[in-house]
């Protein structure tokens, strides 16, 4: 009996001797823990955020657009002031492809190239970033600086060849629009039909272009 006494006296001993450290532990888990979900409730709330400004800043263009004497400089003051003010959001591509689109209209291509730049600068890795190079590949190709229209094609000729880009097929749609367009038919033909030939056995989500070059391959037959 006297041997369990001192045992469970030592044991009472340790855990005294431990017990505020052990709390101290204890109190910074439970801290940890509450400012985890504190930040992910607050990254709720700022995504949210951002989402209903650019839900309704999107209502905005899309009414904007339709009408006679658009005023894009007020909305893109909008857009911009957003931007800033969601400045973490993940939404931030977002408004900065809107505020291309506004540039355009308002034929600012230099400035539309340059946020083009920002935002491919700005999201390395990311699977949308060959949408955006190739929306600056057609800009410059639409450009009438001769030396802007070559680097245009040779991104476009890129973006077409690589087949890790999920927008492959558009990217070959828009080569071989531009090749037809120059009146290089073989050209086109040639990268429209490798289109075509890439889509035949894709049955879960199809080009939406195959429909289009096929027609324009019907053209092209002698």
Do not use: C
Not at 23 to 42: C, D, P
Not at 123 to 148: F, K, V
Not at 172 to 181: D, V
Not at 188 to 210: G, H, Y
Request: hydrophobic share 45%; net charge negative; no cysteine.
């Amino acid at each position: 009996m006297a041997i369990q006494r001192i045992s469970f006296k030592s044991i009472s001993d340790l855990l005294g001797a431990n017990a505020k450290p052990m709390l101290m532990v204890l109190s910074f888990v439970v801290a940890m823990i509450l400012l985890f979900f504190a930040h992910k409730l607050w990254v709720i709330k700022r995504e949210r955020s951002a989402q209903y400004d650019f839900s309704s800043l999107m209502t905005e263009y899309d009414v904007m657009s339709r009408e006679k004497d658009p005023q894009w400089s007020k909305l893109l003051e909008k857009f911009e002031s957003n931007y800033d003010k969601h400045s973490s959001s993940s939404l931030l591509p977002n408004y900065l492809g809107y505020k291309v689109q506004i540039l355009l209209a308002q034929d600012k291509k230099e400035e539309a190239l340059a946020t083009l730049d920002k935002m491919i600068a700005d999201m390395p890795g990311s699977p949308m970033l060959a949408l955006y190079q190739m929306e600056r590949a057609l800009i410059q190709l639409d450009d009438t600086n001769a030396e802007l229209k070559a680097v245009g094609l040779e991104a476009l000729k890129t973006l077409a060849n690589d087949t890790n880009n999920m927008f492959r097929d558009s990217a070959q749609y828009y080569l071989g629009r531009y090749y037809w367009a120059q009146n290089d038919t073989n050209a086109a033909r040639e990268v429209w039909q490798k289109l075509v030939d890439e889509q035949r056995d894709e049955k879960i989500a199809p080009s939406p272009w195959v429909d289009q070059v096929q027609a324009q391959l019907a053209l092209t037959i002698v």
